[in-house]
């Protein structure tokens, strides 16, 4: 199996299956010299873990980080960093029933299609435990970036199934289970959920994603487009099926008046780029949305067909997220620093002397 590593200078190489007896990361081309220990990546791992609340996976996994290599005297020394994650709370006997049947909307048919077996066991390598060690990986690079360069990178969930969320307090976000910055309509989050859970059934969401500080100059302006490749970041997820920059998919109801962010000496006047312009930063905040598709793991009856093609019931068994979105947030921002990193790395590299003698425009007009 290949294209299991991501990134060109700053690359993160994950292994280890759902119900296997870890996960891990190797992190190469992290620069020598930034203080990084375990509690530096284990806040976000909290973020994401599941059976912290009702509404999620009730899996009971403390997904606690060591680090195996690549740090010596508490800092980095530019050597491979290994990262691994102890699967504590597998329950493999809950997915005896589909070993020989295709789970719809899974990744079940198209493993046995492409490599003729697959780890039936809570989807093996294509299930969303995976992303347990891009989020480590991921606190690497937010680490480096926040230290280094003073760029801040924040989730928030946009919208739980039908229920559209405004960002009113950023304090809010990390202090329920949602990460909604919508504080009054939580108890509206928490009831339909609850409806949601006693149906049997499951909804998408949406997150949105942003990088606060980001120098302009970093992308290139063909293939690695720096929003390209924050895209592809986002729709390797688990579940996301799509993704938009700044504006997106709005920007076709736009006129050119209105989508165009002009430019003042004293800032931006709109971001409906979403901070980059001809596929490299603007210097203005980096903003994305994916969106997530229920999850195909539910109790109601589906139809479905076996290894040898005839049709099958399926019921799903076992500890499924009625909504996966709602972990969605902290996984959002390790790949959106991951690309941020990898492209800092590559900028530096190539263009660190470069003095364009104009001003920086500030990325928006202060109010």
């Given at each position: 199996?290949?294209?299991?590593?991501?990134?060109?200078l700053?690359?993160?190489?994950?292994?280890?299956?759902?119900?296997?007896?870890?996960?891990?990361?190797?992190?190469?081309?992290?620069?020598?010299?930034?203080?990084?220990?375990?509690?530096?990546?284990?806040?976000?791992?909290d973020?994401?873990?599941?059976?912290?609340?009702?509404?999620?996976s009730?899996?009971?996994?403390?997904d606690?980080?060591?680090?195996?290599?690549?740090?010596f005297?508490?800092?980095?020394?530019?050597?491979?960093?290994?990262?691994?994650i102890?699967?504590?709370?597998q329950?493999?006997?809950?997915?005896?029933k589909?070993?020989?049947?295709?789970?719809?909307?899974h990744?079940?048919?198209?493993?046995?299609?492409?490599?003729?077996?697959r780890?039936?066991?809570?989807?093996?390598?294509?299930?969303?435990?995976?992303?347990?060690?891009?989020?480590?990986?991921?606190?690497?690079?937010?680490?480096?970036?926040?230290?280094?360069?003073?760029?801040?990178i924040?989730?928030?969930?946009?919208?739980?199934?039908?229920?559209?969320?405004?960002?009113?307090?950023?304090?809010?976000?990390?202090?329920?289970?949602?990460?909604?910055?919508?504080?009054?309509?939580?108890?509206?989050?928490?009831?339909?959920?609850d409806?949601?859970?006693?149906?049997?059934d499951?909804?998408?969401?949406?997150?949105?994603?942003?990088?606060?500080?980001?120098?302009p100059?970093?992308?290139?302006?063909?293939?690695?487009?720096?929003?390209?490749?924050?895209?592809?970041?986002?729709?390797?997820?688990?579940?996301?099926?799509?993704?938009?920059i700044g504006?997106?998919?709005?920007?076709?109801?736009?006129?050119?008046?209105?989508?165009?962010?002009?430019?003042?000496?004293?800032?931006?006047?709109?971001?409906n780029?979403?901070?980059?312009?001809?596929?490299?930063?603007?210097?203005?905040?980096?903003?994305?949305?994916?969106?997530?598709?229920?999850?195909?793991?539910?109790?109601?009856?589906?139809?479905?067909?076996?290894?040898?093609?005839?049709?099958?019931?399926?019921?799903?068994?076992?500890?499924?997220?009625?909504?996966?979105?709602?972990?969605?947030t902290?996984?959002?921002?390790?790949?959106?620093?991951?690309v941020?990193?990898?492209?800092?790395?590559?900028?530096r590299?190539?263009?660190?002397?470069?003095?364009?003698?104009?001003?920086?425009?500030?990325?928006?007009?202060?109010?």
């Open positions: 199996m290949s294209g299991n590593t991501f990134g060109r700053f690359t993160v190489t994950t292994f280890g299956e759902s119900h296997g007896p870890a996960l891990g990361a190797v992190v190469d081309g992290c620069p020598p010299g930034l203080p990084l220990s375990e509690s530096d990546l284990q806040g976000d791992l973020r994401r873990k599941p059976g912290t609340s009702r509404h999620t009730q899996r009971r996994e403390g606690e980080v060591r680090i195996l290599s690549g740090v005297d508490g800092v980095t020394t530019g050597a491979p960093i290994g990262l691994l102890e699967n504590m709370d329950r493999s006997k809950d997915y005896s589909i070993s020989q049947l295709f789970r719809p909307g990744a079940d048919y198209t493993y046995w299609q492409k490599y003729g077996t780890d039936y066991r809570g989807g093996g390598r294509s299930s969303a435990r995976e992303t347990a060690v891009r989020v480590a990986a991921g606190g690497i690079a937010r680490k480096y970036l926040q230290e280094r360069l003073g760029i801040r924040r989730g928030w969930l946009t919208q739980l199934g039908p229920i559209g969320l405004a960002l009113e307090d950023w304090d809010a976000v990390d202090s329920n289970p949602f990460f909604c910055g919508e504080p009054a309509r939580l108890p509206e989050l928490e009831a339909y959920m409806e949601l859970r006693k149906s049997g499951s909804v998408g969401a949406a997150v949105g994603v942003l990088a606060r500080g980001v120098p100059g970093l992308g290139e302006p063909v293939f690695d487009r720096l929003d390209a490749d924050i895209a592809h970041a986002l729709m390797s997820i688990n579940a996301v099926r799509g993704v938009e504006a997106g998919f709005a920007s076709a109801a736009q006129k050119g008046t209105e989508h165009r962010d002009e430019m003042t000496p004293a800032g931006f006047v709109s971001n780029a979403g901070g980059t312009l001809g596929g490299i930063s603007t210097g203005q905040d980096l903003v994305a949305r994916m969106a997530l598709k229920p999850t195909s793991s539910i109790r109601i009856p589906g139809r479905s067909v076996n290894i040898h093609g005839e049709p099958e019931e399926v019921v799903t068994t076992g500890r499924h997220d009625p909504c996966v979105g709602i972990r969605a902290p996984i959002a921002e390790a790949m959106l620093a991951l941020l990193m990898d492209h800092y790395l590559r900028h590299a190539q263009n660190a002397d470069v003095d364009s003698g104009t001003p920086v425009i500030p990325g928006h007009i202060e109010d």
